[in-house]
């Protein structure tokens, strides 16, 4: 979510849009966590069966994010800035590794709207959404298409080592009995 907040926010002024966009965008953004924050200490109502796929889709978000509950609002969002910094931090050593010439918050700003594209239901981790938006993205600030392109598909390959390695150590808490 912070990384999408980014990418809305950054693609908003990149574009030369005005302020306000942004600042309407932020503060949506808090009044929906705000209410979600809200859905998810809100008990669920004895003898209400949730109606329809979607309800059920949303009783069993619910259920599945009640461990988040118990976290504290400020360490968590401590924590998350702290996950986004180092993030932010991979992301602009993985740039310089690369040679890749253009500034921080352009990365920032850059790689954040790749989070977006990810999103379409087009493709699969955002690959070919993610490189094309790199390569236009990346063109406006005097980065040539091959180091774009190398960039994206650097990325995607730290992001699947990334996710595979979540994915192992999920596997292995999915086999533990639940702690009580």
Same mark, same amino acid.
């Given at each position: 979510a912070p990384s999408l907040l980014i990418g809305l926010v950054g693609g908003v &002024?990149?574009? !030369?849009?005005s302020p306000w966009p942004v600042a309407g965008i932020v503060v949506a953004s808090l009044a929906e966590l705000w209410g979600l924050w809200r859905y998810l200490k809100r008990p669920p *109502? @004895? $003898?209400?069966? @949730? $109606? !329809? *796929?979607? !309800?059920? &889709? &949303?009783?069993?978000?619910r259920e599945a994010c009640r461990p988040l509950l118990a976290l504290r609002p400020l360490p968590l969002a401590g924590y998350l800035a702290a996950v986004q910094a180092l993030f932010f931090l991979y992301v602009v050593l993985l740039a310089r590794a690369l040679h890749l010439e253009t500034g921080t918050l352009h990365l920032v700003f850059f790689v954040s709207l790749f989070a977006l594209s990810r999103l379409l239901p087009i493709s699969l981790m955002g690959v070919g959404t993610r490189d094309a938006l790199a390569v236009l993205l990346f063109q406006t600030v005097g980065v040539a298409q091959e180091e774009a392109l190398s960039f994206s598909l650097a990325f995607l390959l730290v992001d699947f080592v990334y996710l595979m390695g979540g994915f192992g150590v999920y596997l292995k808490l999915a086999g533990r009995p639940p702690e009580r």
């Open positions: &002024l990149y574009l !030369g849009f *109502r @004895p $003898g209400m069966a @949730p $109606g !329809g *796929r979607w !309800g059920k &889709l &949303l009783e069993h978000a």
